[in-house]
């Protein structure tokens, strides 16, 4: 892949930023997400503006996975969608259907196909204008054996679960907003917080270990597509993580009350950056030496 200039891929990130507001503003209302909600509460104007710099953020950092992956064409268009759509859409509406089952299927079916057509499209779209539809990078195969990845996704899954609930309650739990909007209390400690839990939806413990598979899934996904050293791609990973599947909380929605809404931004910015960059520095860990082929 020929290098462009410093100016040439600042105005390529410009550009992409277009197509991610556009393609967002153009597909959700097509597919009908939201047209059976109330509008959103602020100025429409406000709102479109943060959209815009979440769009920026995003084509930022899915630039630099692009620039950064070892995988080319096809192959690397598939991959970013696959990641996009896990994180933003199926995991992100397992926890909706869960804590807000009234938000209904049918709208979270819609959240699904809308993400999915912005992924991909967007995917297509990135990928042939910075130029990576050949890879400048040799194919590799990772040089980790399967009872080490078998390993891994336990490891994460679990490392998830402690994020979760970690930062769940150190950080969204403490805002009295969240805990009137959820119709909960906060028992005085973390400990006593898990016993709660444990006694009133002891399946959330299990529910989450099954989002923490899917959460491994991601993050090995982008490591594999990833190369450079191990805290160049788990920097990468994290920046991907928070920005695809955190940031859009920044977005007025009629769904959550600002307070609410932005508490469980900054709840999720944390945890879901510390689990990719987390497990991506740890996956690195997980290979094998190669053979050097002498004798």
């Known amino acids: 892949m020929k290098k462009s200039s410093p100016l040439v891929s600042a105005f390529k990130v410009l550009l992409l930023s277009a197509v991610m507001f556009v393609l967002f503003a153009v597909i959700y209302p097509i597919v009908g997400v939201g047209e059976d909600l109330p509008e ?31 995988w080319s064409g096809l ?17 992100s509406q397992m926890d909706t259907m869960w804590f807000m089952p009234e938000t209904g299927l049918e709208f979270i079916g819609k959240i699904v196909i809308a993400t999915g057509l912005q992924a991909i499209l967007f995917s297509v779209i990135a990928v042939w204008l910075l130029g990576k539809w050949r890879s400048d990078h040799p194919e590799e195969t990772l040089n980790i054996d399967t009872p080490a990845w078998v390993k891994a996704f336990l490891v994460l899954a679990i490392l998830h679960i402690v994020l979760y609930f970690t930062c769940g309650y150190f950080i969204a739990w403490q805002s009295e907003e969240l805990r009137a909007f959820y119709e909960g209390e906060d028992p005085g400690s973390f400990f006593a917080q898990m016993a709660s839990l444990l006694e009133g939806d002891p399946w959330l413990f299990a529910f989450q270990f099954l989002r923490g598979l899917i959460w491994a899934l991601v993050a090995a996904l982008l490591f594999a597509m990833l190369a450079g050293s191990r805290i160049s791609t788990s920097l990468i990973s994290a920046g991907v993580v928070v920005a695809l599947f955190s940031l859009m909380l920044a977005l007025p929605n009629p769904l959550m009350p ?3 809404r932005y508490t469980h931004l900054v709840e999720t910015i944390v945890s879901r ?14 290979q094998r030496p190669r053979e050097s082929g002498l004798a």
């Open 40 to 70: 959103p509460p602020g100025d429409p104007g406000q709102g479109a503006m943060i959209l815009l710099v979440c769009c920026f953020i995003q084509a930022t950092i899915l630039s630099m996975l692009i620039w950064r992956s070892k």
């Open 273 to 286: 950056g510390l689990f990719a960059f987390t497990a991506v520095w740890y996956l690195h860990s997980l």
């Open 75 to 91: 192959r690397l268009v598939l991959t970013m969608a696959v990641v996009w759509v896990l994180g933003g859409a199926v995991l």
């Open 258 to 260: 600002e307070a609410v």
